[in-house]
Every structure is written in structure tokens, then in C-alpha cells.
């Protein structure tokens, strides 16, 4: 089964980081396109960030450049986002989400069922 | 990066249709073919059912139709039925390698 599982999400205080990961199953992970989107309560979905198979080409949400990193790691089939300086309006709920045909441009066919952060002080 | 425009909601009636807009730029929606829909119940993990303006992904309903003029895309769907409430939204790839999401569209099945 094709499967996503998010992991790493709390309470955290303004300022600090936290480092989510993205568990992956039945398919081969290296071939897709990976990306994080996050819903803030109440509010619609917001894109954050993209990593291409070989986690060679990474783009990011201008509301998250510079304080938050994408990154994979093929062998152990794993998705990553560190977030630093983290701020009230960064408290969403972040999902991982696949490239369905595993290119920059393709739409999200997987998703997972998200991690909740919130950040308060 | 602004979201592209929907409407906060839209309802109908068992059986009929409805069409949900997505308004953007020649930057985003107008520019690319690479328009996208997914349906999200409150919970569950968001479904992709229209990718590339107006491709079905297999398992959607046929009842899902997607289209494109200019800035504009939309979503038509027919046949309404109760398991279509949820909220809906689109999204585009963007001319900075990006991508963008609507706002979303409550449907409401009346």
C-alpha cells in the first residue's frame, strides 16, 4: 500500500525549530517529487515546499524562505522540513504529499494525514 | 505568491450541477496547463481529482469534469450526490517554479 506518514509536530514557543519527518511506503521513493503543504486552522491549504527525487532541485513558499529547509533521504525513504525561527503563523497542520507522476510539475496524488504545530508562547 | 480566487461556497441539489471557479494570473492559471483540484473532507487526507486543467486521475468519478479559459479554471460537477460535500480546492504551478492553492470552495449538497 502507497502510503505517507508525518511525524515531529508539537508545541513549540516563537523563535524555536522543529524538524519534521515523512515516512514513505510502497513505491519507489527516489523516482518522485515530494512536497509539504500545511492548512492553518480554519484557513485553506497553503503549498510550503517542493524536493525533486534526487534532491537536487528544491524550491520554498516565499512565506518560508530562509527559515525552513527541505530535505530526503532516499535510503531510508524519508522526507524532511527543519523549521526554524518559527513564528505564530506557522502553527498548521503539515502534510507530506507525492508527485504523481513524480516530476516538479505534477499534481499531489498522495497525501498524508498531517502533523499539527503549533506555535505559542 | 497571492491564492488564487474562489468562492467561499457553493451548494446544490441532489442531481444537479455545479461549477466552481478558480481565478488567477497569466502567471499561474493562465500561463500552464498544470491546473489541479482536490477534494478535502474536514480530516482526511486531501484527493486529487482533476490534474492538468481537466484530466481525470483513475478512480474519479466521470461526474468531474475540469476546464481552463484565460486566468479562469473550473470545476463542474454533476450528478451531485451527498458524498460530494467536502471542500474543494484548486491549484496551480507558477511561473517561479512554485506552486499556489485557492482559497477553497465549501460545496454544500442541499
Known amino acids: 500500500e502507497v502510503q505517507l506518514v508525518e511525524s515531529g509536530g508539537g508545541l513549540v514557543k516563537p523563535g524555536e525549530s522543529l524538524r519534521l519527518s515523512c515516512a514513505a511506503s510502497?513505491?519507489?521513493?527516489?523516482?518522485?517529487?515530494m512536497n509539504w503543504v500545511r492548512q492553518a486552522p480554519g484557513k485553506g491549504l497553503e503549498w510550503v515546499s517542493s524536493i525533486s527525487g534526487s534532491g537536487s532541485y528544491i524550491s520554498y513558499a516565499d512565506s518560508v524562505k530562509g527559515r525552513f529547509t527541505i530535505s530526503r533521504d532516499n535510503a531510508k525513504n524519508s522526507l524532511f522540513l527543519q523549521m526554524n525561527s518559527l513564528r505564530a503563523d506557522d502553527t498548521a497542520v503539515y502534510s507530506c504529499a507525492r508527485a504523481w507522476r513524480g516530476g516538479l510539475m505534477d499534481a499531489f496524488d498522495i497525501w498524508g494525514q498531517g502533523t499539527m504545530v503549533t506555535v505559542s508562547s | 505568491q497571492s491564492a488564487l480566487t474562489q468562492p467561499a461556497s457553493v451548494s446544490g441539489s441532489p442531481g444537479q450541477s455545479i461549477t466552481i471557479s478558480c481565478t488567477g494570473t497569466s502567471s499561474d492559471v493562465g500561463g500552464y496547463n498544470y491546473v489541479s483540484w482536490y477534494q478535502h473532507h474536514p480530516g482526511k487526507a486531501p484527493r486529487l481529482m482533476i490534474y492538468e486543467v481537466s484530466n481525470r486521475p483513475s478512480g474519479v468519478s466521470n461526474r468531474f469534469s475540469g476546464s481552463k479559459s484565460g486566468n479562469t479554471a473550473s470545476l463542474t460537477i454533476s450528478g451531485l450526490q451527498a458524498e460530494d460535500e467536502a471542500d474543494y480546492y484548486c491549484?496551480?504551478?507558477?511561473?517561479?517554479?512554485?506552486?499556489?492553492f485557492g482559497g477553497g470552495t465549501k460545496l454544500t449538497v442541499l
Open positions: 510502497g513505491f519507489t521513493f527516489n523516482s518522485y517529487t
Open positions: 491549484s496551480s504551478h507558477t511561473s517561479s517554479s512554485t506552486w499556489v
